[in-house]
């Protein structure tokens, strides 16, 4: 079992930058494939960023690309989204998870455990 909090939204304006964490509990947090997603207002929730527990090779959507970072810290049993040139229509809630997959997944399906979300609101 892996229990995932996150931390760190908040309401910044355009341009802003903001850091999420999620904190895992779970004695096998280092050997699972994490994730961050987003669910904006009246639309499904989609893939933002992914890093490996082994090589933390990285994925990321196309939007994010250059703006945002995604980062673990194994002994901390904590990953990050570092989120820069942040713009409106990046606010949603953010959730992390966490897929027993070794590799680098972008499926939703793909992820055994969620948090809960944090919201990121990007005023114009």
């Known amino acids: 079992q892996v229990q995932l909090v996150e931390s760190g939204g908040g309401l910044v304006p355009a341009g802003g930058s903001l850091r999420l964490s999620c904190g895992a509990s779970?004695?096998?947090?280092?050997?699972?494939?994490m994730g961050w997603f987003r669910q904006a207002p009246g639309k499904e929730r989609e893939f933002v960023a992914a890093?490996?527990?082994?090589?933390?090779?990285?994925l990321y959507r196309d939007s994010a690309k250059g703006r945002f970072t995604i980062s673990r810290d194994n002994a901390k049993n904590t990953v990050y989204l570092q989120m820069n040139s942040l713009k409106p229509e990046d606010t949603a809630v953010y959730y992390c998870?966490?897929?027993?997959?070794?590799?680098?997944?972008?499926?939703?399906?793909?992820?055994?455990?969620w948090g809960q979300g944090t919201q990121v609101t990007v005023s114009s």
């Open positions: 890093i490996t527990w082994r090589d933390l090779s990285t």
């Open positions: 779970g004695r096998t947090f280092s050997r699972y494939t």
């Open positions: 998870a966490a897929a027993s997959t070794g590799g680098l997944v972008r499926a939703q399906g793909t992820y055994d455990y």
